[in-house]
């Protein structure tokens, strides 16, 4: 039974991004330790987040918080006045450069 809403979704975010994140890294030579490759870093990070993730989903099924209740609806005004400069700034350079 779901417990904390809020922890439950987040970890699955964490794990998510840390998921896709790892399979990035493993585009790249990842090497060890003592010869580090550029994923070997990224790989590293990863692995942590997806560890945090986990251990959020967790915590949501099996720990009862007060605070944990439902989410309420999307910020849509806030995600789009930080997400909208990111895309068009991307936009403008991609078309500076000719794309």
């Known amino acids: 039974m779901l417990k904390n809403q809020r922890d439950f979704v987040t970890g699955l975010l964490f794990a998510g ?3 896709a994140f790892a399979w990035a890294a493993s585009l790249h030579e990842i090497g060890w330790p003592p010869q580090m490759g550029p994923g070997f870093f990224p790989l590293v990070l990863a692995t942590l987040l997806i560890l945090l993730g986990g251990w959020l989903v967790f915590k949501a099924l099996t720990l009862e918080s007060e605070s944990g209740g439902p989410l ?3 910020a ?3 995600l789009a006045g930080v997400l909208l400069p990111i895309v068009l700034l991307g ?3 991609w078309a500076r450069t000719g794309g």
């Open 72 to 74: 309420g609806a999307p």
């Open 91 to 93: 936009l403008w350079a």
């Open 17 to 19: 991004f840390g998921a």
């Open 76 to 78: 849509w005004r806030a």
